[in-house]
């Protein structure tokens, strides 16, 4: 069983849908990491966050420590969302490395 | 620079031969991490610097792999004898200060071809 788990590995929305991806981890951790990487681009921080829920733009993001899960939502969905978002656990058992999802690859159609 | 910059972007090499892999961290950060990202697979940590701290090594997953940081700036991930399964993307992040909870800035990556 992998530390992280996300789901759904692949989504397809169209344009303008409300998108929820799932994150679940079973380690200790200290904060927790939504990144997004486009087709053949690198990799950018999207959120970080401990507790609660952080806004910016149209992504939201929430983290339920008791529960060990995290949501990343697209509200307004548009193509250019279209990436791959990755989870990744700041696991403090590892010595606050990183431990990372699979990746779910969002696919947005107009 | 602005950002985390990696060079070469691409590298095609033959098995057996080594090969160096340069990070430029951006000015002033602290920390300084290595990542791998092998096709249909997620990505992996590496190894870590912090600051003049030793670097923690507990993801290399080889004594092939070795990497350093000079002058707590450039790093430079050497990989000896490669072989096909170590063909991946190669991924370097920095961030500001030792913290882990500090946002990790990410270059573009190499992209290391082992034929």
């Known amino acids: 069983k992998n530390e992280v788990e996300q789901s759904p590995q692949n989504l397809t929305a169209q344009e303008g849908e409300f998108i929820t991806i799932n994150c679940s981890y079973s380690?200790?951790?200290?904060?927790l990491h939504w990144l997004q990487q486009h087709p053949g681009g690198g990799i950018v921080s999207l959120f970080m966050?401990?507790?609660g829920k952080k806004k910016h733009g149209r992504l939201i993001a929430t983290i339920n420590i008791q529960e060990k899960h995290s949501s990343l939502h697209i509200t307004a969905s548009h193509p250019r969302d279209s990436a791959v978002y990755i989870c990744?656990?700041?696991?403090?058992?590892?010595?606050?490395?990183?431990?990372f999802g699979a990746g779910t690859i969002l696919r947005v159609k107009s | 620079g602005a950002g985390v910059s990696q060079s070469p972007s691409n590298k095609v090499t033959e098995k057996g031969k080594d090969v160096e892999l340069r990070c430029d961290p951006i000015?002033?950060?602290?920390?300084l991490y290595w990542y791998r990202q092998s096709l249909g697979q997620g990505l992996e940590f590496l190894i870590y610097?912090?600051?003049?701290?030793?670097?923690?090594k507990s993801g290399l997953p080889s004594d092939r792999f070795s990497a350093e940081r000079t002058g707590g700036s450039v790093s430079t991930l050497t990989i000896q004898r490669t072989q096909q399964e170590d063909s991946a993307v190669y991924l370097c992040?920095?961030?500001?200060?030792?913290?882990?909870?500090?946002?990790?800035?990410f270059g573009p990556g190499t992209r290391l071809t082992v034929l």
């Open positions: 610097f912090q600051g003049n701290s030793a670097p923690d």
């Open positions: 380690v200790g951790i200290s904060a």
């Open positions: 992040a920095s961030s500001l200060t030792q913290l882990g909870t500090d946002t990790q800035y």
């Open positions: 000015s002033g950060h602290t920390a």
């Open positions: 966050l401990s507790s």
């Open positions: 990744a656990a700041l696991a403090t058992e590892y010595g606050n490395k990183l431990v």
